[in-house]
């Protein structure tokens, strides 16, 4: 069974820029979650993707974005960086069960994003 | 509104000896909660989720409705217990969004 992956690993990108974070869902999960953590903080709920939709969204700007494909991977995409963008961003997958509620969360090993 | 506050940023207990992590929650319905937990060097992962009633490593945490708590607790604490330690709840049927407190380092001493 393979677990999430995420790319890049790190990466570096001036303010105005715009970025593409890639994630690889865990085998047999459909649901996809993207969350911000800066440093010393919790991760914060971006949003969630199943069936290539978004399905949820938390307290995130619209440039955040993001897309699930029809191999459940997922792509968060962020325009008009800013400084405060600088954190760690982590994917999550689950398994959509009965009742809309969702099995346990996997997360991948993050990427860290630093805006200059 | 949900809150997940976990008080205590830093903790750090000597090997044998008991420990509790605390998390307090406010939220008005019925939430599901969850204990994360991050190992140096290694990704975020699920320790245990209080639906399940599982002890995990020796961990064990009791849902307290009245105290809206969820705290964390083992009897003898062992080195490789030290990582940081994230208390999260989920709102009734949220499609599992969860909502994280800010961690707690636990270092435990040899």
């Known amino acids: 069974e393979t677990g999430v992956t995420q790319s890049p690993t790190h990466l570096i990108k001036t303010r105005g820029q715009q970025v593409t974070l890639r994630c690889s869902s865990q085998?047999?999960?459909?649901?996809v979650s993207w969350y911000q953590q800066a440093l010393g903080q919790g991760p914060q709920f971006i949003f969630q993707?199943?069936?290539?939709?978004?399905?949820g969204r938390g307290n995130f700007p619209p440039r955040f974005s993001g897309l699930q494909f029809p191999n459940y991977s997922s792509e968060l995409n962020v325009n008009a960086l800013e400084l405060d963008d600088s954190a760690l961003y982590l994917c999550?997958?689950?398994?959509?069960?009965?009742?809309?509620?969702?099995?346990?969360?996997?997360f991948g090993p993050g990427t860290r994003l630093t805006v200059l | 509104a949900q809150r997940v506050t976990q008080p205590e940023k830093l903790l750090s207990v000597f090997k044998g000896a008991p420990v509790e992590l605390k998390c307090n929650y406010s939220?008005?319905?019925?939430?599901?909660l969850f204990w994360y937990v991050q190992y140096s060097r290694q990704r975020l992962q699920l320790l245990l989720r209080?639906?399940s009633r599982e002890s995990i490593k020796g961990f064990t945490a009791d849902l307290n409705k009245g105290e809206t708590s969820f705290h964390l607790k083992k009897p003898f604490a062992q080195e490789e217990d030290s990582a940081m330690y994230y208390c999260?709840?989920?709102?009734?049927?949220?499609?599992?969004?969860?909502?994280f407190g800010r961690g707690t380092q636990l270092t435990v001493w040899p």
């Open positions: 209080h639906i």
């Open positions: 939220y008005s319905g019925s939430p599901e």
């Open positions: 085998s047999g999960h459909n649901t």
């Open positions: 993707y199943y069936r290539e939709e978004e399905n």
């Open positions: 999260a709840l989920i709102r009734g049927s949220t499609l599992g969004r969860l909502y």
């Open positions: 999550a997958s689950s398994r959509l069960v009965g009742g809309g509620l969702t099995d346990t969360q996997y």
